[in-house]
Nanobody, 121 residues
């Protein structure tokens, strides 16, 4: 199996910065796309940012210019640098990855348990 473990969440004041990380481990041949999603109380989970194995990125409009996604393929880790944080960024942030667990199967989707980011006003 594959495990995704997030770290780095916490409490920060509006305008501040945080960096969250997600490391993948387990039965991994290679990792295709990795990303971050978030879910605020009473709302649906939404995409924050994704990054392909080649480094192409995609961002939600609400975080463009403030958040930066990056990855270290050798460490099987994806990062999300969050700057100029706003109270509306408060949510549980989930790591997502599409993982090849064998040479002959399609990639499978895995999720982390989530890390809480709280932005106070």
């Amino acid at each position: 199996q594959v495990q995704l473990v997030e770290s780095g969440g916490g409490l920060v004041q509006a305008g501040g910065s945080l960096r969250v990380a997600c490391g993948a481990s387990g039965r991994i041949v290679s990792i295709n796309e990795m990303g971050w999603y978030r879910q605020a109380p009473g709302k649906q989970r939404e995409l924050v940012a994704t990054i392909t194995s080649g480094g192409s990125t995609n961002y939600a409009d609400s975080v463009k210019g403030r958040f930066t996604i990056s990855r270290d393929n050798a460490k099987k880790t994806v990062y999300l640098q969050m700057n100029s944080l706003k109270p509306e960024d408060t949510a549980l942030y989930y790591c997502n990855a599409w993982v090849f667990t064998s040479l002959i199967s399609s990639p499978r989707e895995f999720w982390g348990q989530g890390t809480q980011v709280t932005v106070s006003s």
